[in-house]
């Protein structure tokens, strides 16, 4: 069974802190990608990895940034956290040898006050 | 955007009954993935069909690919309360990359 987990599940952040946020998957999928979602949105891209040490942008990179280490491990670090990147966020790896499907972790819901 | 239709919709029906919740998208695809997410969890994959593919059938899921209209459709017949969820059905842009493009999803709420 595949498995994406995230940590932590729940964070509360001050505007203008750090925040990171971890991903663990023991799939060995090289793709790794990290989303956010709003109330009554889809999900949204913000940024991707192609394997350990790469990094690219999605959709919506501004504010974030992202680091994989390894082929387990993919980070997104918001610099300076602002109320608007309240949200929950999901990662997700996947691989083209799977028709690109795609498994998500449980979410990290973030309050930035 | 990818999307012809960004809002999130809503269906409401009784447990029992059958739904169809549709998607449509505007670039090409090589493949339409149906995404189901239930409250609090992270959305997890039903049903994956090919471009050149019309039909495909999953147990009580069954999806449909129109490319020339660039359409797809999610059926689940007898449904049951732990259906509730949100439908999302997500493309893959004619890209080699690996992203997923996800539209807004469809709130299904099963009554029992």
Redesign the interface.
């Known amino acids: 069974e595949a498995a994406?987990t995230q940590s932590p599940r729940n964070k509360v952040a001050v505007t203008g802190g750090k925040v990171t946020l971890s991903c663990n998957q023991t799939n060995n999928h090289n793709?790794m990608?990290w989303?956010r979602q709003d109330t009554?949105?889809?999900?949204?891209?913000i940024h991707?990895s192609?394997g350990a040490g790469s990094t690219e942008k999605?959709d919506i990179p501004d504010g974030y940034k992202a680091s994989r280490p390894s082929q387990e491990n993919f980070s997104l670090i918001l610099e300076l956290a602002t109320p608007s990147q309240t949200s929950v966020y999901?990662c997700?790896s996947?691989?083209?040898d799977i028709?690109?499907?795609?498994?998500?972790?449980?979410?990290t819901r973030l309050l930035v006050l | 955007s990818q999307w012809g239709e960004e809002n999130l919709q809503a269906l409401s029906i009784q447990e029992g009954e059958d739904v169809t919740m549709n998607c449509s998208y505007k670039t090409y695809t090589t493949v339409v993935q149906w995404y189901r997410q239930k409250s609090g969890k992270g959305p997890a994959q039903l049903i994956l069909i090919r471009s050149n593919e019309r039909e495909k059938r999953s147990g009580r899921l069954r999806a449909t690919l129109d490319t020339s209209s660039q359409s797809s459709s999610l059926s689940i017949t007898g449904t049951l309360a732990t259906d509730t969820a949100v439908y999302f059905c997500a493309t893959d842009g004619g890209s080699a990359l690996g992203r997923l493009h996800f539209g807004a999803g469809t709130q299904l709420i099963v009554i029992p």
């Open positions: 994406v793709n990608y989303y009554g949105h889809g999900l949204r891209l991707y192609y999605g999901f997700a996947g691989d083209r028709q690109d499907t795609q498994y998500f972790g449980p979410g």
